[in-house]
């Protein structure tokens, strides 16, 4: 265990408890009637632009904004790797820009569904879906030893939902260590965080491990089919077509992790026992 | 308890864990490497049409597609009570039509915003905050021996959840009755069910509670407070903005409800303890 408490099994990026414009304190009453305090999630909306078109408003605690627009971007199949130019917030506004050299083949795309089909939702779906085409994850052993292992260090570490709950919280991992933990209000904004930060840092998918709060949904198979990830974990739960997509693209799927309890769904040849 | 068990405290519609296209079997492996066997809950897009507009595409479990449309587009202030004419589902096609007698407003208002902004997300979003402009939600009493009786009815209840996890419910209740009990993958698809129905059967939201598995975001809150309902319970917490606007409508926000214990942050004075 003394590998687990040492400097480099810190991660890179975590939730940060302390930074007090993600929480705010709020005055109320228990079940006897009692004037209790408390902190809460802040909830806030940001729009992501890329060049001159706004694509979405998502409701986000408002940490590392500029990773989420990445990250959103990239997941929707609009922004490969090391084709944004320049990643722009404005505070007042709450609006990132994120800037490529030329117009890209998205905004093009986008302008001509919505003039068919009167709104983008269903249109940025499909192109999450059109990403997983022919897509299949790369080998990889999953040691059921360090799953243990990293949900007792997630579960143990500071964080915002430790702090004041209601929060979903994803974690890029390897080996044992968590490197990136983000969390958010939405499930969906916290891994789009991690996959703005390997955006970011070119990191590569293959050996690593995603970890998160949330529910096993096929939203959140894509985004990790998509980032190239080959092992999800949670402690949730799973949706039929989210196992469904798992077992298509060959992604490893862990689900309802409680201490050393767990069910594998999909792409259980990856998972190694110890002997 | 008598009352609580006797037949008028069945709810008028409810969850039915035994309609077998609403989970799927599948098989996997546990933690110790042996085969297992469960059901998962089934996740399908459905599109929204108001007349000849795609509004939305929504992921839901596939029940009540009609009520889900229904309470969606009231919910998003793009359909009042009495305005539809015809509820339309092609089962095949996974559409629902919403039908009224002239074009309404919102298809105009959707067609000009996406024109100048690319994307109708932000927009929608914004129609729910307009909705509350003046807002003002009806006095009422709410007593704290009925919201314990509700949670004990609720989560004792044959549901999914208990079936199959991985899905939220609302409720809607009355007195120490839950009245129609939603389930689904997506916390927004279970209330605008219960949405669906209140505007079909033209309930009387003053007297109402809802109930919900799910956290107490901003989302959640906008659309209890334009489904006219005054107080709002939840096992699960808040965020800070949830709790603003509920302030400012002056709606009762009862969180972190579990056993006989409770966290109250807005409109407190309605709540009455037993003598």
């Known amino acids: 265990m003394a590998e687990n408490l040492s400097e480099s099994s810190n991660p890179i990026l975590g939730p940060d408890p302390a930074d007090e414009s993600l929480t705010r304190a709020v005055v109320g009453r228990d079940q006897t009637g009692r004037k209790v305090e408390m902190r809460v999630i802040e909830e806030r909306p940001l729009t992501i632009y890329l060049n001159r078109t706004e694509v979405v408003t998502a409701m986000t605690i408002g940490d590392h904004p500029e990773l989420l627009a990445l990250g959103f971007l990239a997941n929707q199949g609009m922004l490969a790797r090391g084709e944004a130019t320049a990643v722009e917030y404005d505070d007042d506004l709450a609006v990132v820009v994120v800037r490529t050299a030329k117009e890209t083949d998205y905004e093009a795309k986008l302008a001509r569904k919505v003039r068919t ?159």
Not at 210 to 238: H, N
């Open 117 to 275: 089909s009167g709104c983008a939702v269903g249109t940025v779906f499909g192109d999450m879906m059109e990403g997983l085409e022919g897509l299949r994850l790369p080998e990889a052993r999953v040691r059921v030893a360090d799953l243990y292992a990293l949900a007792h260090k997630i579960n143990t570490m500071p964080s915002l939902y430790l702090e004041a709950g209601a929060i979903h919280g994803t974690v890029l991992c390897e080996g044992t260590r968590p490197l990136v933990y983000m969390e958010d209000v939405g499930r969906h904004n916290a891994v789009d965080k991690v996959a703005g930060w390997m955006l970011q840092e070119g990191a590569n998918p293959a050996n690593k491990v995603l970890y998160t709060t949330g529910r096993l949904t096929s939203e959140m198979v894509i985004k990790c089919a998509l980032m190239g990830i080959p092992a999800l974990v949670s402690r949730s739960g799973f949706t039929a077509w989210g196992v469904e997509i798992a077992q298509k693209v060959g992604l490893t799927l862990v689900g309802r992790m409680r201490g050393e309890r767990f069910i594998c769904l999909s792409g259980q040849e990856r998972l190694e026992w110890p002997e």
